[in-house]
T-cell receptor
Framework: DADVTQTPRNRITKTGKRIMLECSQT?????MYWYRQDPGLGLRLIYY???????NKGEISDGYSVSRQAQAKFSLSLESAIPNQTALYFC????????????FGSGTRLTVV | GIQVEQSPPDLILQEGANSTLRCNFS?????LQWFHQNPWGQLINLFY???GTKQNGRLSATTVATERYSLLYISSSQTTDSGVYFC???????????FGKGTTLSVSS
């Protein structure tokens, strides 16, 4: 099994719909992140969480919300999807501290029509 | 906030060629990582290299933290090396990785 699992892998949804992207990890790490990738722009941080009771906004949090259901689970919601939220979404986890690398999920390709 | 710039934005190579990818960052860092995104979108961590040099097979990386740059070397490139290479550094608050825009590498046989 993958260390970081994202579901669904692909999703097409209509403008105005609510959609949830889910992420679970088996690394046992406390820190989890949601990033968004757009062509030519690299990855940008949406939200991050350092433990179950800690949620923080990233660079581009408008239009998104998150829920940290457990140490291993971190979900991202689009309350009312719009076409410019069409992107590749990545969940990641890290062990914290400066010596820990990041592990990314395989991504969710979301298309809003 | 910290800025991460990668060059070149695009690179086209014949199989067997060598290449150097560059990452410049605007402030001192103590965590720098290189990632490869394959054509299927999967992100693979290549190196955690805040300073010094590391090698892994045909790939090696060098970070000169005092001069604020890192280099990724790919020798004897193969078609499977194609994809996007990202450099990323920890932001100044120490909370998350900040990514450059990437270098897109295409290796043809």
């Amino acid at each position: 099994d993958a260390d970081v699992t994202q579901t669904p892998r692909n999703r097409i949804t209509k403008t105005g719909k609510r959609i949830m992207l889910e992420c679970s990890q088996t690394k046992g790490h406390d820190r989890m992140y949601w990033y968004r990738q757009d062509p030519g722009l690299g990855l940008r941080l949406i939200y991050y969480s350092f433990d179950v009771k800690d949620i923080n906004k990233g660079e581009i949090s408008d239009g998104y919300s998150v829920s940290r259901q457990a140490q291993a689970k971190f979900s991202l919601s689009l309350e009312s999807a719009i076409p410019n939220q069409t992107a590749l979404y990545f969940c990641a986890t890290s062990g914290g501290g400066l010596g820990y690398g990041y592990t990314f999920g395989s991504g969710t390709r979301l298309t809003v029509v | 906030g910290i800025q991460v710039e990668q060059s070149p934005p695009d690179l086209i190579l014949q199989e067997g060629a060598n290449s150097t990818l560059r990452c410049n960052f605007s402030d001192s860092v103590n965590n720098l990582q290189w990632f490869h995104q394959n054509p299927w979108g999967q992100l693979i961590n290549l190196f955690y290299i805040p300073s010094g040099t590391k090698q892994n097979g045909r790939l090696s990386a060098t970070t000169v933290a005092t001069e604020r740059y890192s280099l990724l070397y790919i020798s004897s490139s193969q078609t499977t090396d194609s994809g996007v290479y990202f450099c990323a550094v920890i932001n100044q608050a120490g909370t998350a990785l900040i990514f450059g825009k990437g270098t897109t590498l295409s290796v043809s046989s």
